[in-house]
C-alpha cells in the first residue's frame, strides 16, 4: 500500500490545493467583472433570483438548459448574498465539487506526471471566467455550463483505463464518481449527458470494468426516477429540449467541417497521440475510445456557442499518454518504442498552453475585481456587478448600449406607481426582476434567443409565454426584440395598455379588471402611443 | 525506421522532391483562386504588370515593398503568360528557390527526424496560397512576401547551429546559403531583411562559425552595392519606406492590441518556451539563450509590421534549434534515460512535430484545395479582360463571396466606363487600393504613382507623396463613389480625396460618371488656358 500512497496524497493534494486556489481567485474579490455577453449574465442572474424566490425550472419556466444551470448560479447568490457574488461563487463551488471526483479518477488511474497536468488543466476549463476560446480580456460567465460539460464530460473519458492499483473500494467509488459526473451532465446541458451515457454503455464491453458501470447505469436510473419525484418537471424539460432541438439542433455538414478545419491543430495532435498508442496496442477498442473523444466533442462543440475548444480531445491525449507509460512499463526498455518515451512531454505541450491561457484570464478577472475595475451596472441590486471594456479591440459600444437601455428600463419600472407583480421582457433576458428585486415572472422562458430557441415557426402561443405577465417590457431594439415583436404585437395590441414610452422601450400593462386601478395612471401618461390607445374593445 | 533512429539519411533530396511536388501543386493548373482580398491580388498583379511593361520599381513608381517582390511576380507572369497564372507560378518557383539553400542548411545541421517536417513546413508556408493565421478556405495570395519572409528566415536562423561537418566546402556552401538568404529577405521586404543581418552580426560570436557570417555579411555588402549600380533606387526605395514607416511607426498599434497579438501566438511561445528551456537546462550557455530571446522578440516586432494575426515563424525554427541542442546532449551521454521511463530526446521530438505538423497539414489541405479548385475550375472567372484566369470561389465564405462580387461589380462599371472612351485610356491612377484597369486595357501604366494604396499603410494624411508628384504624369483618374453603407464615411476615400481632390480639381476635367465611379481626364492645359478651349470649341 504505502509506496502507492505517496503519489496518490501528491495528486490529490495538489489537485484540492489547486481547486481551492482557483475558486478563491475566483471568488473572494465578491464581484462580477464583465466585459462581454452581459445580456447571458442577466439569464443566470434572473435565474438564481428564480430559483432563491422558490421557483422550479421548467415547471415555473421554461428552459432547455438543465435545472442544474439555474441551480448552481443559484447556489452562487446563496453562498455569497449577492447578485454581483453569485456567478464568481457558484463556478468556485463548482470547481471545488469537480476537485472530489477528479481526485480519485485521476489518481486511481493516471500517474502524477499525467494527473497533475491534466487536473490543473481541467480545473482551469472550469474556473476561467471567460468563453473557451476567447481572448483572456474577454472575461464574462456567460455559457459557463459548457466549460463544466466539458471538464466533467473529460473527466469521465479518463474511466476508460483500468484502474492501476484497484483497492477494496474501487468499483463503489467508480460507480459513484461515475454517476455523479453522469447526472451532472444530464441535468446541466442535455448534449453533454447523452455522450455521458453512450460512453457509459461503450465502457460495458469492458468485462473487467463491467461492474462499476453497471452499478452506475443503475444509480443514474435510480437518482433520475428520484429526481422526477421530488421535480415533476422531466417530460416538461424534454418538450423544451425537443423546441429548441428544433430551432437549432441540426448542424448541417458544412458547419462540422468548418469547426473541424478550426480545431484541426488539436485534431492533428490527437492523431500522433492516437498513432503512437494504436502502434503498439493495435486494439480496435482504444481505436473506438479515441474516437469517442474526437467525433461526439466536435458534434457538442458545432452546438455551443464557442470559437474553439474539443475538451474531449484533451481527456484522449492524457488516456493515450497513460496507455504508452503502462506499455512502457509492461514490455520493458524495447527500442522500438523510443519515440513514445516523449508522450508526457507532448502531454504537457498540449496542455501548458490552454492552461496558462486560463489561468491569465483568471488572473486578470481577480485583479479586475479586486481592482474594482469599470462601471456599476447602476441597478439597485447589481452593485457588485461592473461593465469594462479592458483593452479588447473594436467598438464595444453595443455592450454600453444595451447596459444603458437597461437602466433607462429600470429606471421607468421603478417609477411605476403600483409594485408589478409579474414583469417580463420582450427580449433576450430580463435583467429587472432580479436588479430591481421584483417578484420573477412566472411561465414564461428564462431567455429567448431568436434563431436559437424560438423563430418564427417555433414558439410558445402568446397566451402561455405571456399570459401571466402584468408589466411587459419591449425595447425598440434590443438584443432581438425587433423579430419578437413581430410574433408577439398583435397579442401584445389585444391584452396590453402601452403606460410609458420612451426612445428605448415601451412599457404595457395588462388590460385587466384587477389592475383597472392603474387605468388612472395611463390617463395621466396622456402622451398618445403609436400602438393600441384606445382601439378595440 | 531509419529515420527514428539514425543520422545518415538524405535530408536534401526529401526537400527538394517536396519542393517539386509542390511547386507542380501550385502551378500546374495555372490558375489562381481566391476567396478573399481580391484587391491585394489586384495590386500584385499590377505590380506584374508594371515591370513586364518595362518599369523599375522605386524608379517608376513607388512602393515600401522590396524590388525582389516586383520581379518574383514578374518572373510569374512571364512563365505562365497569363495574369491568372502569375502567383502561382511566382510561388512554385520560390518554393523550388528556397529549397536549393534549405537542403543545405538543414541536412548539414539537423537530425533527419527534425530536419523533414521542419523543411516540408517551411516549403508548405512558401507554397500555400493562404495569408498565415488564416483559415483553409481562406485562399489568396495576399502578402505572399511576408510568408517568403518567414521561411528564408526560418532557414536562416537554423544556421546558428555549427554543423556537423566543418570542411572547406561546407563552409563555402554556408556563406553561399547565408548570404542568397539574407539578400532575399533585404530585396522582398526589408524588416525581415533587418532581422537577417542583425542575425548575422550575432553569429560573428560564434568562433566556430564566424568565417561564413563575416563572409556572408561582406558579400551581402558587395552585392548591395553591385545592386545599386543596376537598380540605382536604393535611396528611393529607402524614401519609400521611411514613408510607409512614418506612416504606421515602428511598433504598430495600441498595448492591448499588443498583448492580444502577443496571447493569439501564446501557444508557440510557451512550447518555444518549454523545448528552449529543457535545451539550456542541458547547455547552460548565455549565447543560447541570446539567441532564443532573440528569435521571440524579433519576430514579434516583424509580425507586428505584417497583415498577420498569427505565424511568428522564428519561433518554430528556435524550436528546431532547440530540439537539435537537446539530441545533441543526449547523444553525448548515449543510452541514458531519465528514471520513469520517459526520456526527454524523444519528447523533444515529439514536442518539435506537434510544432509543425498542425500548420503543414493546415497547409497541405489549403494548398490541395486551390490545386483542386484551380483544375476543376470551381467558382467564377473574373469578368474582366485579361484576368480571366483569376478566378473567385465560395467556398463556404459566403461574405467574402458577396464582397467580392459587389467589388468585381463595381470594377466592371468603370472599366465599361473606360473602354467606351477614345482615345483609348492610358496612364491611369486609381483613388482606391489597388488599380485592376491598366492590366485589363493593357493599358501603358503612369510613371512616378504607385500600385498600392493602402491608406494607415502606405500613405497617411501627414505622411504621403504629394499629389504634384505623384500626380504628374497621370493622364486619368478614376475616383470611386461611396459606397452606401454608414462605415464608408470612416473609410479610406474621403481620406484619400482629402489628400489627393484639390490636384485632381485644379488639374483634372471630370470626364464622365456612371454609378459607381468619377472619371477625370487630365485638362489639356492650365485651368485657365482650359476654361478658354472650352469656350471655344
Known amino acids: 500500500m504505502t509506496p502507492l500512497e505517496r503519489p496518490t496524497a501528491w495528486v490529490s493534494g495538489t489537485l484540492l490545493c489547486a481547486a481551492a486556489a482557483f475558486g478563491l481567485l475566483l471568488a473572494l474579490p465578491g464581484q462580477t467583472v464583465t466585459t462581454a455577453y452581459l445580456n447571458d449574465l442577466f439569464i443566470f442572474l434572473d435565474g438564481a433570483h428564480r430559483i432563491a424566490s422558490g421557483q422550479v425550472p421548467n415547471r415555473d419556466f421554461h428552459t432547455a438548459l438543465g435545472p442544474l444551470s439555474f441551480y448552481v448560479p443559484a447556489l452562487g447568490y446563496w453562498i455569497s448574498g449577492s447578485m454581483g457574488g453569485a456567478m464568481p461563487a457558484a463556478m468556485a463551488a463548482t470547481t471545488l465539487g469537480l476537485a472530489l471526483p477528479m481526485i480519485h479518477i485521476l489518481s486511481s488511474r493516471l500517474r502524477p506526471v499525467v494527473a497533475i497536468p491534466y487536473g490543473l488543466f481541467l480545473l482551469l476549463i472550469v474556473a476561467v471566467p471567460t468563453n473557451l476560446g476567447e481572448s483572456i480580456a474577454s472575461l464574462s460567465f456567460a455559457m459557463f455550463y459548457n466549460r463544466i460539460g466539458w471538464a466533467a464530460l473529460s473527466l469521465l473519458l479518463v474511466l476508460y483505463l483500468q484502474p492501476g492499483n484497484p483497492g477494496s473500494r474501487q468499483n463503489l467509488l467508480d460507480a459513484l464518481c461515475a454517476a455523479a459526473l453522469t447526472l451532472m451532465l444530464v441535468y446541466t446541458k442535455a448534449t453533454y449527458g447523452l455522450v455521458a451515457l453512450a460512453f457509459l454503455a461503450f465502457m460495458l464491453f469492458d468485462s473487467r470494468q463491467r461492474r462499476w458501470v453497471l452499478w452506475a447505469l443503475g444509480l443514474i436510473v435510480l437518482s433520475a426516477l428520484l429526481i422526477e419525484a421530488f421535480w415533476q418537471s422531466s417530460l416538461s424539460h424534454l418538450e423544451d429540449l425537443v423546441l429548441a432541438g428544433q430551432v437549432s439542433g441540426t448542424r448541417g455538414i458544412v458547419d462540422l467541417s468548418l469547426a473541424f478545419l478550426r480545431h484541426m491543430t488539436d485534431y492533428v495532435l490527437l492523431a500522433i497521440f492516437a498513432g503512437l498508442v494504436l502502434w503498439r496496442t493495435r486494439s480496435l477498442r482504444d481505436l473506438l475510445f479515441f474516437g469517442i473523444c474526437a467525433g461526439p466533442g466536435l458534434i457538442i462543440q458545432s452546438q455551443n456557442s464557442q470559437p474553439w475548444g474539443i475538451i474531449t480531445v484533451f481527456a484522449g491525449a492524457a488516456v493515450a499518454t497513460e496507455i504508452l507509460l503502462r506499455s512502457r512499463r509492461l514490455a520493458g526498455h524495447e527500442s522500438h518504442g523510443i519515440l513514445a518515451q516523449g508522450a508526457p512531454l507532448l502531454l504537457i505541450a498540449f496542455l501548458l498552453p490552454t492552461s496558462l491561457h486560463c489561468f491569465m484570464a483568471l488572473g486578470v478577472h481577480s485583479i479586475a475585481a479586486t481592482a474594482r475595475t469599470g462601471e456599476p451596472f447602476g441597478l439597485p441590486r447589481f452593485g457588485e456587478l461592473r461593465l469594462t471594456t479592458l483593452w479588447l479591440p473594436g467598438n464595444r459600444s453595443f455592450m454600453t448600449d444595451y447596459l ?116 388612472g395612471q395611463s390617463l395621466e401618461h396622456a402622451k398618445p402611443s403609436r400602438v393600441g390607445a384606445g382601439d378595440g374593445m | 525506421m531509419r529515420l527514428w533512429t539514425e543520422r545518415p539519411m538524405k535530408v536534401g533530396p526529401i526537400l527538394l522532391a517536396a519542393a517539386a511536388f ?12 481566391t476567396t478573399r482580398y481580391l484587391n491585394d491580388l489586384f495590386v500584385i498583379l499590377d505590380g506584374a504588370y508594371r515591370v513586364a511593361a518595362g518599369q523599375v520599381p522605386n524608379q517608376d513608381f513607388h512602393t515600401p515593398l522590396g524590388p525582389f517582390a516586383y520581379y518574383l511576380s514578374a518572373a510569374g507572369y512571364a512563365l505562365s503568360g497569363t495574369l491568372g497564372g502569375t502567383m502561382p507560378t511566382a510561388m512554385a518557383l520560390m518554393t523550388l528557390l528556397l529549397a536549393l539553400p534549405m537542403a543545405h542548411v538543414l541536412g548539414s545541421r539537423l537530425h533527419p527526424f527534425l530536419a523533414i517536417p521542419y523543411g516540408v513546413f517551411l516549403l508548405l508556408i512558401v507554397a ?165 530571446a532573440f528569435c521571440a522578440v524579433a519576430g514579434f516586432l516583424i509580425i507586428n509590421q505584417n497583415f498577420q494575426a498569427w505565424g511568428i515563424i522564428m519561433l518554430h525554427g528556435a524550436a528546431a534549434v532547440a530540439a537539435e541542442t537537446i539530441l545533441r546532449s543526449e547523444s553525448r551521454q548515449a543510452g541514458a534515460i531519465d528514471p520513469g521511463g520517459w526520456s526527454t530526446a524523444a519528447g523533444a521530438k515529439l514536442l518539435f512535430l506537434a510544432m509543425v505538423l498542425p500548420t503543414a497539414i493546415h497547409s497541405l489541405a489549403a494548398l490541395s484545395l486551390h490545386t483542386a479548385a484551380a483544375s476543376i475550375r470551381a467558382g467564377n472567372a473574373v469578368t474582366l479582360p485579361n484576368l480571366e484566369q483569376v478566378r473567385v470561389a465560395n467556398l463556404w465564405t459566403w461574405n467574402d463571396y458577396d464582397t467580392a462580387t459587389a467589388y468585381q461589380e463595381v470594377l466592371r462599371d468603370g472599366l465599361d466606363a473606360l473602354s467606351r472612351l477614345d482615345p483609348k485610356p492610358e496612364r491611369i491612377l486609381v483613388l482606391d487600393t489597388g488599380n485592376v484597369f491598366s492590366m485589363a486595357l493593357n493599358a501603358p501604366p503612369a510613371q512616378g504613382d504607385t500600385p498600392w494604396l493602402q491608406w494607415d499603410r502606405t500613405l497617411g494624411s501627414a505622411n504621403h507623396i504629394p499629389a504634384e508628384t505623384l500626380l504628374a504624369d497621370v493622364q486619368f483618374v478614376m475616383e470611386p463613389k461611396p459606397a452606401d453603407s454608414p462605415d464608408a464615411a470612416k473609410g479610406p476615400l474621403p481620406q484619400l480625396q482629402a489628400v489627393y481632390g484639390p490636384y485632381i480639381a485644379v488639374n483634372f476635367d471630370a470626364a464622365e460618371e456612371t454609378q459607381h465611379w468619377k472619371l477625370y481626364r487630365r485638362a489639356p492645359l492650365a485651368p485657365e488656358a482650359a476654361l478658354n478651349q472650352d469656350g471655344r470649341s
Open chain 2, 128 to 292: 500555400v496560397p493562404v495569408n498565415l493565421g488564416e483559415g483553409v478556405t481562406s485562399l489568396s495570395f495576399a502578402k505572399f512576401y511576408n510568408r517568403i519572409g518567414w521561411a528564408a528566415l526560418g532557414v536562416l536562423i537554423v544556421m546558428y547551429l555549427r554543423p556537423l561537418s566543418t570542411d572547406r566546402r561546407q563552409t563555402l556552401l554556408d556563406t553561399a546559403c547565408a548570404t542568397a538568404l539574407t539578400l532575399l529577405m533585404l530585396y522582398t521586404k526589408l524588416s525581415y531583411g533587418a532581422v537577417a543581418l542583425a542575425f548575422l552580426l550575432f553569429m560573428l560570436s560564434d568562433r566556430q562559425q564566424r568565417r561564413w557570417s563575416a563572409n556572408a555579411l561582406g558579400i551581402t555588402i558587395l552585392a548591395a552595392l553591385i545592386i545599386e549600380l543596376i537598380w540605382q533606387s536604393s535611396l528611393a526605395h529607402l524614401a519609400d519606406l521611411q514613408l510607409a514607416f512614418d506612416v504606421g511607426g515602428g511598433l504598430r498599434g495600441t498595448w492591448g492590441q499588443i498583448v492580444d497579438h502577443v496571447l493569439v501566438n501564446l501557444t508557440d511561445y510557451v512550447l518555444l518556451g518549454l523545448i528552449a528551456g529543457i535545451a539550456l537546462y542541458r547547455t547552460r550557455t548565455v549565447r543560447d539563450l541570446l539567441f532564443y
Open chain 1, 404 to 519: 444603458m437601455s437597461i437602466r433607462e428600463g429600470a429606471r421607468l419600472l421603478s417609477e411605476l406607481p403600483v409594485k408589478p407583480e409579474n414583469v417580463s421582457v420582450l427580449d433576450f433576458a430580463n435583467p429587472f426582476s432580479a436588479g430591481l428585486g421584483l417578484p420573477p415572472s412566472r411561465g414564461d422562458y428564462a431567455w429567448l434567443h431568436w434563431g436559437r430557441n424560438i423563430n418564427d415557426v417555433n414558439h410558445l402561443p402568446p397566451e402561455q409565454l405571456l399570459g401571466g405577465v402584468d408589466v411587459l417590457m419591449v425595447p425598440k431594439a434590443g438584443i432581438n426584440g425587433i423579430p419578437l415583436r413581430n410574433l408577439y404585437g398583435t397579442y401584445i395590441q389585444e391584452a396590453f395598455d402601452p403606460i410609458r414610452h420612451t426612445d428605448l422601450w415601451t412599457v404595457y400593462k395588462r388590460r385587466e379588471a384587477s389592475v383597472l386601478s392603474s387605468v
Open chain 2, 22 to 33: 509542390l511547386a507542380l501543386l501550385l502551378a500546374l493548373p495555372g490558375q489562381t483562386v
